[in-house]
């Protein structure tokens, strides 16, 4: 709305917000236009304001239309910020203005307060005065505001499968907490209770019953300290020191992934028979792994367009679609952007992933890798006992390695940050071509 005049009219030399009540909620509202002075003769400051307040409207009038209750706690306080910022002031509770308010603050808060008084703006004198307390949320039902308002912006580019594995993973976060601590009130959570919500991963890690590993328990604590972290800065309250800070457990040693021999990798690729009867989706990714060493997610998400077939250089591109695309998908970081040369059994599979759009693992390589994972399980077709279909992934690394290709540029190919400070891209597409098949 911010590039037009709607709702916008002029006194003088002084914006002014005007707007018809919907017909069926004159008698609710009991008045037929609502006019408010934006206080500005700056159009671009007018239109900033008009679209706070018609916001703050638009949200009202269809919580009366569609019979919600827009008396709900949350609701009003919700109304009463967005008026704030329309007024140009910064909402604070009446039990604190006498604290926070020099005497001017205070005679200019009165001043408008009769102004609203006179116009009968019960909205705008609830805020002014800061008639109502900020609503409190318990863990359970502060999720949808999280997700709908708090992280919306940070998960709006994630792809429909990412997004549903983002959310069960926090859902599963609050989870754990309620049936450690309760449901109680996040703005209640201090360090006592997040000792308390340690010492139930404590238990589950030296007890016998629902264990879990160190590393599982630190991604818990880790992910309640962001919870609560983004709610408070959100709702505009100083918590200091976090609770769950510096409370994570000494990890497990990680287990060192075995990458495929070159031998084996060279016996799977000279005997298509061994992966006959490996569908032909998931043969597609297999093979268009071995010579990218590319995430599994990367290539499930890829669209035939970042596929480049028919160049002097065959070439794939991993970047990030942001929320405007129809395809939204966000690489794992800044470095997973990345041109990686195709050819070899690669090349092929990408030719056949290019041409089938309706490959069943798109979006879903999860789903991929258990089949995968399950296929050369049942088929003896690992190595070691601990090998996973994303081995593959480890072993283009040591292949690069034997080949005494340089670190930045295999850190480039697999799309891992570097160690040092980045001067250049790898340089040009012949020269990793070339560089990568030899």
Avoid at 59 to 69: I, K, P, R, T, V
Avoid at 141 to 167: A, C, E, G, H, T
Avoid at 205 to 213: C, R, S
Avoid at 330 to 342: D, T, V
Wanted: glycine share 4%.
């Amino acid at each position: 709305m911010n590039n037009d005049d709607k709702y916008l009219i002029k006194r003088g030399e002084i914006y002014f917000y005007r707007r018809k009540v919907p017909l069926k909620l004159v008698d609710v509202i009991g008045k037929k236009i609502n006019r408010i002075t934006l206080k500005t003769k700056d159009i671009n400051i007018a239109k900033k304001r008009r679209d706070l307040v018609a916001s703050a409207d638009t949200e009202y009038w269809q919580q009366l239309l569609s019979g919600n209750d827009p008396d709900s706690a949350e609701a009003q306080y919700e109304r009463l910020l967005l008026r704030a910022a329309s007024l140009s002031i910064k909402y604070v509770e009446a039990e604190h203005m006498a604290n926070q308010f020099d005497l001017s603050e205070l005679i200019g808060r009165v001043k408008m307060l009769e102004s609203a008084l006179t116009k009968r703006d019960k909205i705008a004198q609830a805020t002014i005065i800061g008639a109502l307390k900020r609503p409190e949320h318990s863990v359970s039902k502060m999720f949808d505001l999280y997700f709908d308002k708090i992280m919306f912006q940070i998960v709006s580019d994630k792809s429909p499968n990412q997004l549903k594995r983002w959310k069960l993973t926090h859902e599963r976060t609050l989870k754990n907490f309620i049936e450690a601590i309760g449901d109680i009130n996040v703005t209640n959570i201090d360090r006592t209770i997040a000792l308390e919500y340690r010492d139930y991963f404590e238990n589950r890690i030296f007890g016998d019953e629902n264990k879990i590993l160190p590393s599982s328990a630190n991604k818990e604590l880790g992910n309640m300290a962001v919870v609560y972290k983004r709610y408070n800065n959100y709702i505009g309250k100083d918590f200091g020191r976090n609770p769950f800070a510096d409370l994570k457990f000494k990890p497990e040693l990680p287990k060192k992934r075995k990458p495929f021999s070159i031998a084996h990798l060279q016996k799977l690729l000279s005997n298509p028979e061994l992966t006959a009867n490996l569908n032909k989706d998931a043969r597609q990714i297999f093979f268009a792994t071995v010579e990218t060493g590319m995430r599994r997610i990367e290539i499930c998400n890829i669209l035939p367009k970042n596929i480049v077939i028919n160049a002097p250089h065959p070439h794939i591109i991993i970047e990030p679609r942001q929320r405007d695309d129809k395809d939204k998908f966000q690489i794992k970081a800044y470095s997973s952007q990345r041109i990686i040369p195709l050819f070899g059994v690669s090349l092929e599979a990408f030719k056949q992933l290019k041409n089938n759009p309706n490959n069943r693992y798109i979006g879903n390589e999860n789903s991929y890798s258990a089949t995968a994972n399950k296929y050369f399980r049942e088929n003896d077709l690992f190595e070691h006992p601990d090998q996973v279909i994303n081995s593959l992934r480890h072993s283009f690394k040591d292949r690069m390695i034997e080949a005494k290709i340089d670190a930045q540029l295999r850190n480039i190919f697999m799309g891992h940050a570097q160690d040092t400070p980045d001067y250049g891209d790898g340089g040009e597409l012949k020269f990793r071509y070339n560089t990568l098949k030899k």
